[in-house]
């Protein structure tokens, strides 16, 4: 199983930023897909999680910001980033829990795999 994350960059305050997270050898449905983000010096933390029905939540990182969502076609899951703020500066991951539940988790510890990362830098 390979997540990979991309779709990072260097975008100016109030930009936006579409983060792409793929996956081969895995099927990222039904599984429940997160998005995380560790800043330098700083915990990783939760942003939002999508079930392997579709339930979406959020913390407050993404609240009214981003938004994630599949393509089941391609098998990705993406995370769009709106109105980007300096302190969203961090490297992002996307992770997979193993097994199905249908329920929305935003704790890393719920998660079995992991892509490699992709940072993004907010500019002010």
């Known amino acids: 199983v390979q997540l990979q994350a991309s779709g990072g960059g260097l975008v100016q305050a109030g930009g936006y930023l579409r983060l792409t997270c793929a996956a081969s050898?895995?099927?990222?449905?039904?599984?429940?897909i997160a998005w995380f983000r560790q800043a330098s010096g700083k915990e990783r933390e939760g942003v939002v999680c999508?079930?392997?029905?579709?339930?979406?939540l959020e913390t407050e990182a993404a609240k009214g910001r981003f938004t994630i969502s599949r393509d089941n076609a391609k098998n990705i899951v993406y995370l769009q980033m709106n109105t980007l703020k300096p302190e969203g500066t961090a490297v992002y991951y996307c992770?997979?829990?193993?097994?199905?539940?249908?329920?929305?988790?935003?704790?890393?510890?719920?998660?079995?795999?992991w892509g490699q990362g992709t940072l993004v830098t907010v500019s002010s």
């Open positions: 992770g997979a829990r193993s097994s199905v539940t249908g329920a929305t988790y935003t704790a890393g510890a719920q998660y079995n795999y």
């Open positions: 050898g895995f099927h990222l449905r039904p599984h429940s």
């Open positions: 999508i079930s392997g029905t579709d339930r979406i």
